[in-house]
């Protein structure tokens, strides 16, 4: 039986994160230092939400590697480990796939040549979206189908033509509404419920529980959308790291489920 658990996993940055991939904006100058600084500051805010965070050990080599998210993809207490499609990123899902498997979790691996992103999976109950990006495509979405199929979930795939992942442009709340910053969002026809949200930045939102709401700190009309709608915005500025077309789902993956071995 599977047991709910609050456990977030969490990759220190990169001496190199500056060097991080930047592909659908302009590179922004990046200082390590106060990304270091964020990072900790994130960690700081998941546990004092009540969640244990464990850390991916750190990769130097890997300038990306903070965006741990983008390494696996949890489903039921079973980890999909996926396979990163930039030769830079390459390799990070494999400590990952240690640290899942010795928190017991039963894993299975998105195999080559196929490639997908962590970053382009958005879980809403049963059902998987899955972005077809240009990190993830057609014969990673079908693995993810084979995988989690017969766990019960309906994998659900979606164009991503505009930006980076799915998730840089649609996340969801704890009711199952998807939001999403339009401009950004190929097919928001896609969503049983769709709920536009004013700020780039705001299309992002992990679900903390209780009703409460991780988002950017560069997103307070978002914030107080939500807060009108009776969530609870946490923000967090995560700007260094916005630099590099990462968003706040990107910085941990939540491990809510663990089946006892
Ligand atoms: N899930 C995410 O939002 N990941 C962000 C990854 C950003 C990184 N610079 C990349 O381009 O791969």
Not at 35 to 63: C, I, K
Not at 164 to 175: G, I, Q
Not at 201 to 219: E, I, K, N, Q, W
Not at 223 to 247: N, Q, R, S, Y
């Amino acid at each position: 039986m599977p047991t709910t658990s609050r456990i977030a996993l969490v990759r220190r940055p990169s001496p190199r994160v500056a060097e991080g991939l930047v592909e659908n904006s302009e590179r922004v100058p990046v200082d390590a230092a106060l990304a270091l600084e964020q990072w900790h500051a994130y960690v700081r805010t998941l546990v004092a939400e009540g969640w244990e965070t464990v850390e991916v050990p750190a990769s130097d080599a890997h300038p990306d590697g903070v965006f741990v998210e983008d390494t696996v993809v949890m489903f039921r207490g079973v980890a999909v480990v996926t396979r990163p499609a930039r030769p830079s990123r390459r390799g990070e899902e494999e400590a990952t796939a240690r640290v899942l498997a010795d928190l017991g979790c039963a894993t299975a691996a998105v195999r080559a040549p196929g490639t997908l992103e962590g970053g382009d999976v958005l879980k809403v109950g049963d059902t998987v979206y899955v972005g077809r990006s240009a990190r993830t495509d057609a014969s990673g979405v079908a693995q993810l189908r084979a995988v989690l199929a017969p766990l019960g979930a309906t994998v659900v795939a979606v164009p991503v033509t505009r930006v980076l992942h799915l998730k840089t442009a649609v996340t969801a709340l704890p009711d199952g509404t998807a939001i999403g910053y339009e401009p950004f969002v190929d097919e928001p026809r896609l969503f049983d419920r769709f709920l536009p949200v004013p700020e780039p930045h705001g299309a992002a939102v992990v679900d903390l529980g209780g009703g409460r709401l991780l988002l950017s700190a560069a997103a307070p009309r978002t914030a107080d959308l939500l807060a009108d709608l009776g969530w609870t915005p946490v923000p967090v500025d995560i700007g260094e790291f916005e630099k590099l077309e990462g968003c706040v789902t990107c910085l941990s993956v939540r491990v809510r489920e663990l089946v006892a071995r």
